[in-house]
Every structure is written in structure tokens, then in C-alpha cells.
């Protein structure tokens, strides 16, 4: 894997955000494989298809990027995305796509993850404040995505520091946590939102200690009046899928979260 860009690329661009897109969206099409079936390589989207850069021809899943010319492995709490409506609707289909983030700095990749789909849910995605009257697009409201509330565990390394993590490695991690897909919307925000409570938990922990967030979980999810029976469910789901062990009665320990 190559980690230079082709900066022949941005030639007769004057705009430093089109060359930055131009040069890093050429970069993961010549270099990147699919995280899900391990294909060598994955195909550019056609223009302007909505929430959606890349696919993979062999198993069609579908990718987004969104990268920051920064050398820094730490990840911002913001990443600007486009229109508010359009990612709402994206993501709260089943056929959403998982998303790459990338930083970089002197034309080269420094820093890479991927989120799988299945931690996209509506409650990370902010709205930005509507374009004033002066803007050519009045009224466009754009988004933000919240990265710092995806679970850490969630953010799957592909380079890190500008070495390059072995794709199988890679692969594997990404297919256990793609594991956590589910048919259901509400489905995925529940489990989305039990698990950013665990992983505030130590590594073992008991139900007692996340009966504590029950306030929390209603205030998100003020229609449902059987909080604890659901955290209860999305512990059981967690231990089948391998990423907790209920290790005593009412007493449990994560298993890579």
C-alpha cells in the first residue's frame, strides 16, 4: 500500500479543498480493499450518488470517506458531512454504507480507520444552522458526525502512524463488529446506545452499575417504559455475538470492547 498521493492529479485545480478531495478520494480507490470480503480492490461510485463514494463489486458494499489534513492519530470529535436530510436518510436504512476516515499531511496518508454501518444511528449526526439569506444555497442545512460518540472499539485501525496494519488483521476485526448488524433501526440505536454504556464501564462489571444509566437511556428513548428489560437484551445479544462473558450471576466482562 502505497501511502503517497498521486499529486499529478491536482494539476490546473486552483481550489484546495477540490485538490484535497480529488487526491484523497484517487488514493483509496488505487489502494484500498474491502474490509467485509477482503477484495483487493473497491470501485469509485458514479457522481453524486448520495452518502455514498466507493462499493465493492465483488459483495456491493457500500463506503463513504471523509478525511482532515492533520498528522495526528487522535481523531476529532466533528467531521462536517453535506445535507442533514440526505444523511438522515441514508443512514437510517439498512442499506447504509460503512464510513473510511482518513488524516493526511504532505501528500501522504498518515492515519486511517473505518466504522462499520451499524454505528451510524440519527443520534450522532448534528445539524448544522441552516445557510443565511446572503448564501447562494438559503436555507441548506448541512451536518456534522459526532465521531466521539461511536464506541472506540468501533474505530478500526488501517494505518495507524503511517504503518500499514496487516489487511487480514484487519478484515477479521471489521467482520466480528459487523457481526452487530441488525434488520432493525431501532434495534441499532438501542444496541449503539447500551454499548457506548458499557464501554464506560470498567472491564468487569456488573448489571447493578449499568441499571445506573436507566435516567440516562430514558431520556433518549422516552416512549419505551421497559428500560432495564432492554439493557438486559442487549447484554444477551453482546454475549452471543462474543463481545461480553456473563461471568457470575448479574456480573459480566467485555471481551474486546
Known amino acids: 500500500m502505497d501511502l503517497r498521493f498521486n499529486i499529478s492529479l491536482a494539476e490546473g485545480y486552483k481550489s484546495a479543498a477540490q485538490i484535497a478531495r480529488i487526491l484523497t478520494e484517487d488514493w483509496l480507490a488505487r489502494n484500498m ?42 481523531y476529532t470529535t466533528k467531521v462536517n458531512d453535506g445535507e442533514y436530510k440526505t444523511m438522515i436518510d441514508r443512514i437510517t436504512s439498512l442499506d447504509n454504507p460503512s464510513f473510511f476516515f482518513m ?32 448564501a447562494k444555497r438559503f436555507g441548506w442545512e448541512g451536518c456534522n458526525i459526532l465521531l466521539q460518540q461511536i464506541p472506540n472499539f468501533a474505530k478500526i ?34 444496541l449503539f446506545d447500551v454499548l457506548n454504556c458499557v464501554e464506560r464501564l470498567d472491564e468487569t462489571f456488573s448489571l447493578k452499575e449499568l441499571y445506573t444509566f436507566v435516567e440516562e437511556l430514558k431520556i433518549k428513548h422516552p416512549n419505551n417504559n421497559f428500560i432495564e428489560a432492554k439493557i438486559r437484551q442487549q447484554l444477551q445479544f453482546l454475549r452471543d455475538k462474543g463481545f461480553i462473558d456473563f461471568s457470575s450471576r448479574g456480573n459480566y466482562r467485555k471481551i474486546g470492547i
Open 33 to 74: 480493499y474491502c474490509p467485509v470480503c477482503g477484495e483487493t480492490s473497491i470501485t469509485k461510485a458514479e457522481p453524486n450518488a448520495p452518502v455514498k463514494d466507493y462499493v465493492c463489486n465483488h459483495c456491493k458494499s457500500q463506503y463513504e470517506l471523509k478525511s482532515k489534513r492533520i498528522f495526528s492519530d487522535i
Open 103 to 134: 488524516h493526511y499531511d504532505n501528500y501522504e496518508v498518515n492515519n486511517l480507520i473505518i466504522v462499520p454501518k451499524c454505528f451510524f444511528v440519527p443520534e450522532i449526526i448534528e445539524k448544522r444552522k441552516p445557510l443565511t439569506e446572503n
Open 157 to 190: 485501525a488501517i494505518i495507524r502512524n503511517k504503518e500499514v496494519l496487516e489487511a487480514n488483521s484487519v478484515c477479521r476485526e471489521f467482520n466480528k463488529i459487523y457481526t452487530l448488524q441488525t434488520n432493525s433501526i431501532e434495534s441499532r440505536g438501542w
